[in-house]
T-cell receptor
Framework: KAGVTQTPRYLIKTRGQQVTLSCSPI?????VSWYQQTPGQGLQFLFE???????NKGNFPGRFSGRQFSNSRSEMNVSTLELGDSALYLC?????????????FGEGSRLTVL | QQQVKQSPQSLIVQKGGISIINCAYE??????FPWYQQFPGKGPALLIA?????SEKKEGRFTISFNKSAKQFSLHIMDSQPGDSATYFC???????????FGSGTKLNVKP
């Protein structure tokens, strides 16, 4: 079974630009979550999608947005990039929608903002 | 405000020794406490997890000890090996949300 796939793996942007990151969950997983990982803050929850609906949202500004498609694939978008947005963005899928379970992480998309 | 506090930040252990990483939390709504292992260039992977109705869970060389009254839990790695060198994250999840709160991570280095 293929794991969680994130694209692109690396990208460099400049301040003010926007970026879209993509995540393909494990087949059959309907819940997709996004986390931001930075050396100083660790992993911080961005949002979770289930059946194309955002179910939970973390404490990030509105510049961070996401969506989920009918095939469970998800995208997140960051607009008006700031230097502080440089981070590893991790996508994770879960096999069950409403009950606690294991998060299966992808390898992440490493964003550098110059 | 960090909802899950993890210590130490880094840890050096000799091969064969015991590695111990500690975490503390405040939110009594948490009901699932996993530990994740992350190697450089990879995403975190679930190592072991526990629910608050048990005080200890063991899987191979990895053990979680859980103290509900103190709101603390810890990861013990017995017979630590160089291949265990990685960053370890504790986490906690409330019962009604699929939203995980992670500790800040512990970088473990097992010396051969």
């Amino acid at each position: 079974k293929a794991g969680v796939t994130q694209t692109p793996r690396y990208l460099i942007k400049t301040r003010g630009q926007q970026v879209t990151l993509s995540c393909s969950p494990i087949s059959g997983h309907r819940s997709v979550s996004w986390y931001q990982q930075t050396p100083g803050q660790g992993l911080q929850f961005l949002f979770e999608y289930f059946s194309e609906t955002q179910r939970n949202k973390g404490n990030f500004p509105g510049r961070f947005s996401g969506r989920q498609f009918s095939n469970s694939r998800s995208e997140m978008n960051v607009s008006t990039l700031e230097l502080g947005d440089s981070a590893l963005y991790l996508c994770a899928s879960s096999p069950l929608g409403g009950v606690p379970g294991e998060l299966f992480f992808g390898e992440g998309s490493r964003l550098t903002v110059l | 405000q960090q909802q899950v506090k993890q210590s130490p930040q880094s840890l050096i252990v000799q091969k064969g020794g015991i590695s111990i990483i500690n975490c503390a939390y405040e939110n009594t709504a948490f009901d699932y406490f996993p530990w994740y292992q992350q190697f450089p260039g990879k995403g975190p992977a679930l190592l072991i997890a526990i629910r608050p109705d048990v005080s200890e869970k063991k899987e191979g060389r990895f053990t979680i000890s859980f103290n509900k009254s103190a709101k603390q839990f810890s990861l013990h790695i017995m017979d630590s090996q160089p291949g265990d060198s990685a960053t370890y994250f504790c986490a906690a999840k409330p019962y009604n949300f699929n939203k995980f709160y992670f500790g800040s991570g512990t970088k473990l280095n097992v010396k051969p």
